[in-house]
């Protein structure tokens, strides 16, 4: 029982020690402006999501944005379990806060292809929303949605955690 609990808690522990790495790092990459093109960018969020295929149902907390200049990203969900997926992005044309996707692989489910969108925050720093349809390799489908926690309690988390007011 001791080492059932104890192992949990490393597992949270871990989590929180990976957000708080990830929201640190994010002060020290360069962020472009709002309404400016961008070439590369990471975000990251709490907040609630599901995967979803036709035999079950994971729920996550957390989402990380990786989106390189060179038009690949990395997406990473974080639960007790991190999985990721890879592909490539693009601006969309209908806003600057909105992402397109493709996936072409990773960890989902095993390998899986599709789509999705990902919409930021409008400084950009932040995931506000989520959402990835496809196919594993093996043909089921594969429903990913997750939307972040409020922005403001983020902001508070972050103004804590760096020393500011």
């Known amino acids: 029982m001791w080492g059932e609990l104890m192992n949990r808690l490393k597992l949270l522990m871990r989590w929180h020690s990976t957000l708080f790495i990830l929201l640190f790092i994010q002060f020290f990459l ?4 709002p309404g400016q093109n961008f070439d590369s960018l990471t975000a990251v969020a709490r907040g609630h999501g599901v995967i979803a295929d036709e035999f079950e149902e994971r729920k996550f907390t957390g989402a990380l944005a990786v989106l390189r200049q060179d038009g690949t990203m990395l997406i990473t969900l974080y639960s007790d379990l991190q999985l990721q997926a890879q592909g490539t992005w693009s601006p969309s044309d209908s806003s600057p806060v909105e992402i397109l996707l493709k996936i072409t692989g990773g960890e989902l489910s095993g390998n899986a292809t599709g789509t999705g ?6 400084d950009r720093k932040s995931i506000r929303e989520l959402t990835i349809k496809g196919r594993s390799f093996a043909g089921r489908e594969i429903a990913i949605t997750f939307v ?9 988390h972050v103004n804590l955690v760096s020393g500011g007011p």
């Open 117 to 122: 969108k990902l919409l930021l925050s409008e």
């Open 30 to 33: 360069p962020a472009s402006a």
């Open 148 to 156: 972040a926690a409020s922005e403001s309690s983020l902001i508070e």
